[in-house]
């Protein structure tokens, strides 16, 4: 699993960027105000509904045609005090399987965006809301096309202790694939099927699928990372160019985007080559 505390550093690639898309986009449940629904989704919230910290989860799926590197997440979601998450959102991509049948911590990739942009928007559903731009370009975060998760999930444990909800939509047809969920709020209903407490992720289909308000944009790319001599394919001269990277302290060597060289750099490049090109 790669983690990346910002969305600051340089990434290592030798891909050339050919034209932005858009990979999945129902912004429109808010713009066209069908959204009737809100799905408890953070961690924190002890001053929230509850009046404890939970850790809620939301992911939905969109599916990817060809190699892009995620540049932008735009997300819509309330909160139960009117603040705005004070640590940031985490952004969560998930492989299908991690999601259907894969196990309980597993995670392709993620990243905390500290630095966004909150717009105000309106709702009929009795709390402040805004719209969150999450700038996640320099995560340098590549999806194969296939289909993926995605959470986007509001942090505030330890400063506020708001409560948040990703504002979505029971009452329209399901976008791709339910939406799914685990350890939600208890007094939405959603301990249904064990989910309170639980860390398996149950499809939302119970509450009438929640097709949450979102947009994911992302760059087309082509190439491969693990080329580090731009030959074209993924061997000995490629692994060793890494290494002299790494060695020298150069921040192409940076895979994380941290700022420092260390194992985890070391260990995501390796990912990277045996992946091959």
């Known amino acids: 699993?790669?983690?990346?505390?910002?969305?600051?550093?340089?990434?290592?690639?030798?891909?050339?960027?050919?034209?932005?898309?858009?990979?999945?986009?129902?912004?429109?449940?808010?713009?066209?105000?069908?959204?009737?629904?809100g799905t408890g989704n953070a961690i924190g919230g002890f001053n929230g509904p509850t009046g404890e910290n939970i850790d809620s989860q939301l992911a939905d799926d969109f599916v990817v045609d060809e190699p892009v590197r995620l540049t932008k997440v735009v997300v819509d979601i309330m909160s139960f005090n009117g603040t705005l998450p004070a640590e940031g959102i985490w952004v969560q991509l998930y492989q299908h399987d991690e999601i259907i049948v894969g196990p309980d911590e597993a995670c392709f990739a993620d990243v905390i965006v500290e630095?966004?942009?909150?717009?105000?928007?309106?709702?009929?559903?009795?709390?402040?809301?805004?719209?969150?731009?999450l700038d996640v370009s320099h995560a340098d975060i590549?999806?194969?096309?296939?289909?993926?998760?995605?959470?986007?999930q509001p942090l505030d444990e330890f400063t506020t202790g708001d409560w948040f909800w990703i504002i979505g939509s029971v009452s329209i047809p399901?976008?791709?694939?339910?939406?799914?969920?685990?350890?939600?709020?208890?007094?939405?209903?959603?301990?249904?099927?064990?989910?309170?407490?639980?860390?398996?992720?149950?499809?939302?289909?119970?509450r009438g699928n929640n097709t949450v308000s979102m947009r994911i944009e992302g760059e087309i790319i082509t190439g491969c990372a693990a080329d580090i001599d731009g030959d074209g394919d993924a061997d000995a001269d490629d692994f060793f160019g890494y290494l002299d990277l790494f060695a020298?302290?150069?921040?192409?060597?940076?895979?994380?985007?941290?700022?420092?060289?260390?194992?985890e750099d070391f260990f995501g490049y390796l990912d990277r080559f045996a992946q091959g090109c």
């Not at 630095?115 to 731009?133: G, Q, S």
């Not at 976008?175 to 064990?194: C, I, P, Q, T, W």
Request: hydrophobic share 40%; aromatic share 12%; with cysteine.
């Open 174 to 206: 399901t976008v791709e694939l339910s939406s799914h969920v685990r350890d939600s709020f208890e007094d939405h209903g959603n301990n249904y099927a064990g989910l309170w407490g639980s860390t398996d992720w149950i499809p939302h289909d119970f």
């Open 142 to 152: 590549q999806l194969s096309p296939q289909r993926w998760w995605i959470n986007a």
């Open 1 to 37: 699993m790669f983690h990346f505390a910002s969305t600051a550093g340089v990434a290592i690639c030798t891909m050339a960027a050919q034209g932005q898309v858009v990979l999945y986009d129902t912004l429109w449940i808010t713009d066209d105000e069908v959204m009737d629904a």
């Open 248 to 263: 020298g302290g150069d921040g192409q060597a940076d895979i994380d985007g941290d700022g420092d060289l260390d194992a």
């Open 115 to 133: 630095d966004y942009v909150a717009t105000k928007i309106d709702t009929p559903l009795n709390f402040d809301a805004w719209r969150f731009e």
